[in-house]
C-alpha cells in the first residue's frame, strides 16, 4: 500500500509539473505575467516569492496550476474596480478573449503583460505548450528505458505475462504480469504459441484459466473478446522479453521518439474506435490509476518509467481534446476568434468553461466509482 501510495504521488507530481511548466515557460518567453505556479491543490503549505511569482505547494498531491495576470479579463473587470485589491483567486480561471476595455485600475505596463493582451498566436503557444511537453516527457522516458535497460530482442515462449494491457480482459480478470497461465479448461498450455492459439480460436467463449502467481494456483474466468467482426479472441496480454540489447544514446534517443508516435497513434486509434462503439471504454480514474502506478513500481524501475511515458501521452492528448475547460477547448475558442478576427465574449466564454468543467467532474466521480465498486469486487 505505502509502494503505491508514494508511486502515485511522485508519479502525479512529475506529470503536473511538467505539464503546468511548458505553460510557464512560454507564458514567460512572450512577456505575459506569472503570478503563482503552485504544485498540488487547496491550502497553501508553503510558498516562496521569487520576484514577480509566488511558488508554492499544496496540501492536496492532486493537480496543479500557473496562474497567468489576465487569465480572465470579464473577472478582473469585475473584481479591479475603484478601491480594489485585486482579483483574488484560489484556482486558475478559464481563460478568456477580451473585447478590448482594460481594467481601469491596471497601469498600461501592467496591462501589456496580461494574457488577454497577447496576439492569438501568443495565447495559443501558451495554451499548447503543456501537452506538448507531456510528449516531452513521454520521450525523455522513453529515451532513458532504451539506455539503461536496453531493447528486447526476443521474447520467452512460456507462458508466463509480461504485459497485461490496462481495460484488456485479462486486466479486468485481475492478471497480472509475472502470472503464468499453467492450463485452460483443464488443457496445459507449455508454449505461447499454444497458449495465444487457444484464446484466438475461442472468441467470445468463457475460458477458465488456472494462473501460478508466486507459490499461489487460482482460477480465474476470462472471456475474450473479438475486436473486429470475425476477428480472433483477444484478452490483452503480451509475453515477458527474456533477451535485451543495450544501444547507444542516439539511437535511444530516435526508439524513444518513435516509442511515442507510436503510443500517441495507438491511443488515437483507441479513443476513436471507443467514441464510434468498436472498443469497450477503457476509461480509468485516479483509483485505477494509484492501483496500476503500484504495480508498475513492483515489477521494476523500467516497467514504471514506461507507466508514467504512457500516462504522460494520455495526459497530453486528453488536454488536447476541443472540450472546454481543457487546453484544447480554449484552444478553440482562439482559433474562433482568429477566424472571426475578433474576441469571442469573455463573459459567455467563461460560462462554457464553467459547464464544461462542471461536466468533468462529474465524469470523474462516475468514473472513480466504478474504480471503486471494481476493487471491492475484486477485481
Not at 508511486?7 to 511548458?22: M, P, R, S, Y
Request: hydrophobic letters at 45%; one cysteine or more; glycine letters at 12%.
Amino acid at each position: 500500500m505505502l509502494t503505491t501510495i508514494v508511486a502515485f504521488v511522485v508519479t502525479l507530481g512529475v506529470l503536473v509539473f511538467v505539464h503546468e511548466f511548458g505553460h510557464f515557460i512560454v507564458a514567460k518567453a512572450v512577456g505575459i505575467k506569472v503570478e503563482e505556479f503552485a504544485l498540488g491543490m487547496g491550502p497553501k503549505v508553503v510558498g516562496r516569492q521569487h520576484g514577480e511569482t509566488l511558488y508554492s505547494l499544496r496540501a492536496l498531491p492532486l493537480g496543479g496550476f500557473c496562474r497567468m495576470a489576465g487569465e480572465n479579463p470579464y473577472e478582473d473587470q469585475r473584481n479591479q474596480g475603484p478601491g480594489s485589491g485585486g482579483a483574488k483567486r484560489e484556482a486558475p480561471s478559464g481563460v478568456g478573449s477580451w473585447d478590448g476595455q482594460s481594467p481601469a485600475s491596471a497601469s498600461a505596463v501592467e496591462r501589456e503583460r496580461m494574457f488577454y493582451a497577447k496576439s492569438p498566436w501568443q495565447r495559443a503557444a501558451v495554451l499548447a505548450a503543456g501537452p506538448l511537453m507531456n510528449f516531452v516527457l513521454a520521450m525523455v522516458l522513453s529515451t532513458l528505458i532504451f539506455a539503461l535497460f536496453g531493447v528486447s530482442t526476443s521474447l520467452s515462449q512460456g507462458t508466463t505475462l509480461g504485459q497485461v494491457i490496462w481495460g484488456g480482459a485479462a486486466a479486468e480478470a485481475g492478471l497480472m504480469p509475472g502470472d503464468r497461465i499453467e492450463a485452460i479448461n483443464g488443457r496445459p498450455v507449455k508454449t505461447w504459441d499454444e497458449l495465444a492459439g487457444f484464446i484466438r480460436s475461442h472468441p467470445g467463449q468463457l475460458l477458465t484459466f488456472t494462473v501460478r502467481r508466486q507459490n499461489t494456483v487460482f482460477s480465474v474466468d476470462i472471456r475474450p473478446r473479438q475486436e473486429q467482426k470475425g476477428g480472433p479472441g483477444l484478452i490483452g496480454i503480451y509475453p515477458e522479453p527474456v533477451k535485451t540489447q543495450k544501444v547507444g544514446l542516439l539511437q535511444a534517443a530516435w526508439l524513444g521518439v518513435t516509442s511515442t508516435v507510436n503510443v500517441t497513434w495507438g491511443t488515437l486509434t483507441a479513443f476513436y474506435q471507443m467514441i464510434t462503439g468498436q472498443l469497450r471504454s477503457q476509461l480509468a480514474g485516479p483509483v485505477a490509476i494509484a492501483q496500476l502506478t503500484g504495480q508498475a513500481a513492483r515489477f521494476g524501475w523500467d516497467s514504471l518509467l514506461n507507466f508514467v511515458a504512457i500516462l504522460s501521452i494520455n495526459l497530453g492528448l486528453i488536454n488536447l481534446l476541443p472540450l472546454p475547460a481543457l487546453d484544447g477547448g480554449r484552444l478553440v475558442f482562439v482559433g474562433v476568434e482568429l477566424v472571426r478576427r475578433r474576441p469571442v465574449n469573455p463573459e459567455k466564454e467563461g460560462f462554457v468553461h464553467f459547464l464544461g468543467f462542471a461536466f468533468l467532474m462529474a465524469l470523474l466521480l462516475v468514473i472513480t466509482f466504478s474504480d471503486v465498486a471494481r476493487i471491492i469486487g475484486g477485481q
